[in-house]
């Protein structure tokens, strides 16, 4: 009677954790974000849909190969989850241009910067990375997001544009008005 029990509970925990990876795996497919996780060898273990979108390059052609790099570059080099796996942290400064420590995942990096023809356009990234850790605290894997921040990037250099522009204007507001009294000043009499 006991072990009948026993493999019935052992049989609903059994059902009960693939029903949460099959909700894990729902949530990830269905999510906005780009991401991607790569394994302590550096191969794809995950490639979410709105990755797919955001690159142009499927999960299938992907899965289990470590040659995610080409999603973003045309040479071999490391992404920022590579990084992450291989713990060699101070790579970040010769290979991203804007790069730093994550604000809120120890041991999390960001960079972001310009690629040109990912996914037919050229759009500007930002990718956050941290490590999948196991309960020992060892990194066994890597997660990384990517975001297409084109437009705002657009924006913010608009706006950077429109403010030299005033600043510009009102430099020479200041020397028409200095010039104004210049002219008045040699014309008034003393």
Known sequence: MGTGKDITERKRAEE???EKD???ESMLQ???VATFVI???HNVIYWNKACEDLTGIKSEDLMGANDHWKAFYDHRRPCVSDIIIDSKFDDMANLYKVYAKS???PDGLC???WYPNLGGKNRYIAFDAAPICDANGKTIAAIETLQDITERKHTEEA???SLEETARGQRLLLALSQAAQAVQRAHTPD
Do not use: N
Request: net charge positive.
């Open 159 to 161: 706006l950077r544009h």
């Open 30 to 32: 269905s999510s906005a």
């Open 16 to 18: 009960a954790l693939k």
């Open 103 to 105: 604000v809120l995942i």
């Open 111 to 113: 960079a972001e910067g």
């Open 39 to 41: 394994d302590s060898k």
């Open 22 to 24: 099959k909700f894990i």
